[in-house]
């Protein structure tokens, strides 16, 4: 009975469960789209935060707009992660700026549309590059910090972001993709660069787990981002047809996710692929009628 006793005298609030506010995070792509939200989320919960990404200035509006919402802070890096020179550039003012981070959000992604036969070699390398060897090398770079203050019950957290591109398989010429890329044109590298995030994610939490590093994969279905804003303005039925919910993702589904992964609550999470798509995937679940509005 000891143990059910333990249970009953845990403090077992929110407040404690998802308290942000020792959280110092680092969010790879962290300047719009889902990077962004990951950010806005710790930082309303009163995270130090910092945001990575090529354009300063895009960096510096998001700085701003989320210093303004607070109580957490914000802070930019520039940052290039095309490849292993990126990333430890990136890691190592990561090390000027803090000697603990205790999150790391691997956010960082492009997408590619091209012709199936005429599909250069350029958006296989890029995305093979950005959308899976930078999350290596990345985790591998910041593991130091992430060590920093890892016990068993609070854990660093390594928060993948690969998508359920990386699960499901469609006609991507179709213009099925969640509007991707456009008709005629497919995103043939990218689905298969997200199941290697995927997979990525599954050993480095292997590994990782007994150095009390727990690492997580978040697969979003279609969120407003940059990446989708094409496939929202022209395939606004192809996207809701397969959404029993009927809308698509919001920032406070991104972001509940994220807060849950990065605190107590989400201390005994380990090698997830959490799958955030409001049942498109799983519940088979197809519309009868056409003309929806998102």
Partial sequence: MAHAHASSKADLTPVRLFDCSHIVALVTGGATGIGEMAASGLIQGGARV????????????????????????CSYIVADLKDKKGC?????????????????VN???????????????????????????????MTVGLEPLLLKEATPTNPGRVI???????ITTVDVTAGDDGGLSAPGH????????????????????????????NVNCICPGVFPSRMTNYGMEQFTD???????????GKPEDLAGLVIYLSTLAGAHSVGNVIELDGGSTRSGWRSSKKGSKL
């Fill in 50 to 73: 910092f945001i990575a990404s090529r354009k300063e200035s895009e960096l510096k509006k998001t700085a701003d707009r989320l210093n303004k919402l607070g109580p957490g802070k």
């Fill in 88 to 104: 430890d550039d990136l890691v190592a003012k990561v090390k000027n700026e803090t000697d603990r981070l205790t999150v790391l």
């Fill in 107 to 137: 956010n960082t992604g492009a997408t590619w549309g091209a012709p199936y036969d005429d599909f250069p070699e350029s958006a296989w390398d890029k995305l093979m590059r950005l959308n899976v060897s930078s999350i290596y090398y």
């Fill in 160 to 166: 993948n972001i690969a998508s359920m591109a990386g």
């Fill in 186 to 213: 497919g995103t043939f590298s990218y689905g298969p660069s997200k199941a290697a995030c995927i997979h990525l994610s599954r050993i480095q939490a292997s590994k990782l787990a007994p150095k009390n590093i």
């Fill in 238 to 248: 192809t996207l809701l047809e397969r959404q029993p919910t009927g809308r698509v």
